[in-house]
């Protein structure tokens, strides 16, 4: 019996880094099972679930350019490693069981769906966890910016983005004891404050389409469901 969403349709952006538990490089089988049983959980809120992965726990593209190896080429290795971040992810949310589907910005037929607008929003109105995989799908870009994109034409009521710390603060709480954090704010408090919320362009994509953000952390299990209940601590930025 679903209960409790706020949102009727979010996207959650997952980090690549949180895949790895507490490894340090590439995936954790339990650390992926317990996001995918998470994801399951905001699921049964009725709430609708589009993902979209990032890639750091393999590779970033402005990391590893350099050297003879150019920029836009080192950001196509780094869209590859969502998608392959976003497959084990799919298993594991099939594995609880909840059917899902990865989407690849990239098209890679025979291993998951191209991206479409069209095919996502047919897939979560079926009650399937859509994983969008290969960010925007253009180098100079990140998996922030695609989350934004992605729920913004998706016409998702939020993005969810699941992070290490449980908001935004007045300050780094990891270096400033004295750091307070927000319990709401505007897009132009958080620009005109200059917190970091996410990178300058997803930022401004989000502002411009009015697309509210939900930060939180994704050490508590259940954070996304709760987030989705708008329980549990996070900070809301919205107009
Ligand atoms: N990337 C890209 N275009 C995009 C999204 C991602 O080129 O639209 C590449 C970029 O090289 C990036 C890597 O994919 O460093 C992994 O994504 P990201 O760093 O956003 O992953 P996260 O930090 O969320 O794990």
Redesign the pocket.
């Known amino acids: 019996e679903p209960h409790g969403a706020l949102y009727g349709r979010v996207l959650v952006k997952v980090?690549?880094?949180a895949l790895m538990g507490n490894e340090a490089f590439g995936l954790h089988w339990p650390t992926i099972e317990n996001i995918a049983q998470d994801l399951v959980e905001a699921r049964s809120t009725g709430c609708e679930i589009a993902v979209v992965v990032?890639?750091?726990?393999i590779?970033?593209?402005?990391s590893v350019a350099g050297q003879g190896l150019d920029r836009a080429t080192?950001?196509h290795m780094?869209?590859l490693?969502?998608v392959m971040n976003a497959l084990a992810l799919e298993k594991a949310v099939e594995k609880a069981g909840v059917p899902a589907r990865t989407l690849s910005a990239i098209p890679m037929p025979t291993i998951c769906e191209p991206y479409a607008r069209q095919t996502a929003s047919r897939h979560l109105a079926r009650g399937r966890v859509v994983l969008l995989a290969g960010?925007?799908?253009?180098?100079?870009?990140?998996?922030?910016?695609?989350a934004v994109l992605r729920a913004a034409e998706l016409e998702c009521d939020a993005v969810m983005k699941a992070t290490n710390v449980d908001g935004v603060y007045t300050a780094d709480p990891k270096r400033d004891p004295s750091a307070r954090r927000y319990e709401r704010l505007t897009h132009d408090e958080a620009l005109a404050k200059d917190l970091k919320v996410m990178d300058a362009a997803a930022f401004a994509l989000a502002r411009e389409a009015k697309l509210p953000i939900v930060v939180f952390s994704i050490r508590e299990p259940g954070a996304i469901a709760a987030a989705i209940r708008g329980e549990g601590r996070a900070t809301t930025v919205a107009p």
């Not at 590779?59 to 402005?62: D, I, M, P, Q, T």
């Open positions: 980090s690549g880094e990032g890639g750091g726990n590779l970033r593209g402005a080192a950001d780094g869209m490693a969502t960010g925007t799908g253009n180098p100079y870009f990140t998996t922030d910016t695609g």
